[in-house]
């Protein structure tokens, strides 16, 4: 079979199924089980494959039939300005994530941050913690995870991208393992609740780790942990970031008003136009 044949084979296989993405998801595998630049073999679809090179693709094909996120199968996820390794011990990073990594260095470039402090609650894959460390090479980065097998794939993601003396990682749940004051907290906790997370597409419900998308019964609990706790871990004038649903902007913006202990509070917008990210300033005590 020829490259062409084979991409629209996979191609009408996916659709079938109802995988929206489907012809872009045949061309990311195929490159993936060729070891091939995908726009190398775009170029010549005529080009022929092997028996063997086939049967390898058909059982990649196989598992994406079943929904499994070709995140998971190709093992690595763009983000930012470099790939992460991920695998079903994380959740699979999202461009919209990206938009709470900008806030962070806009915060860092307007208040004039010289070596600022981070610290991102929830790590998993390192996304966030190993953006703000690439941008800000003077900065001192923590980052936390409940999970012993998030840690490890972000730990790695740290060493593959020559960030791990800038990066502490350390596990625990939420705060309980943090010492110290942060000038930036940063954190995409989970926040699907009960009902929202029966209704997730397969791919992710039955891949992706339920604690870091499930949240309870409302979607607000972790903000609420997040909201009060963060106040004893920031400088005064520090900055809490949580990334948030697309329709929790007036809960979450409530829990951080009657919380008492923050201004300036906002929520940035991400490029389909949906709420994203919320932050607030702490306030000066006295």
Request: charged letters at 25%; a negative charge.
């Amino acid at each position: 079979m020829t490259i062409r044949e084979i991409l629209n084979e996979a191609t009408h296989s996916f659709e079938a199924v109802g995988i929206p993405s489907a012809r872009l998801d045949a061309e990311v595998l195929l490159a993936f089980c060729l070891k091939l630049d995908r726009l190398e073999f775009l170029k010549n679809p005529e080009t022929k494959i092997s028996k063997t090179q086939l049967a390898d693709f058909k059982k990649i094909v196989a598992r994406r039939l079943k929904w499994e996120p070709v995140a998971y199968i190709t093992g690595r996820k763009e983000f930012w300005s470099f790939t992460l390794e991920v695998n079903q011990g994380v959740l699979i990073p999202r461009p919209d994530t990206e938009v709470i990594v900008e806030e962070a260095l806009n915060i860092c470039r307007t208040q004039n941050l010289s070596k600022p402090r981070i610290l991102d609650i929830g790590t998993g894959s390192g996304a966030i913690a190993l953006a703000l460390a690439r941008e800000l090479p003077d900065a001192k980065v923590v980052a936390t995870d409940i999970s012993p097998a998030a840690l490890i794939v972000s730990q790695k993601n740290a060493l593959n991208l020559g960030l791990a003396k800038q990066v502490e990682f350390i596990q625990g749940d939420l705060f309980e393992p943090v010492n110290g004051i942060f000038d930036i907290i940063v954190s995409n906790p989970p926040y699907i609740a009960d009902r929202e997370y029966q209704e997730l597409p397969p791919g992710v419900k039955d891949y992706e780790p339920k604690e870091a998308l499930w949240a309870g019964q409302t979607g607000v609990e972790f903000y609420e942990k997040l909201i009060y706790q963060s106040k004893n871990h920031l400088n005064e004038n520090g900055w809490l970031l949580l990334e948030i649903g697309a329709r929790q902007e007036e809960n979450v913006r409530k829990i951080m008003e009657d919380c008492g202990n923050y201004n300036s509070i906002d929520v940035r917008n991400d490029y389909a136009g949906l709420p994203r990210v919320i932050k607030g300033r702490k306030k000066v005590s006295g």
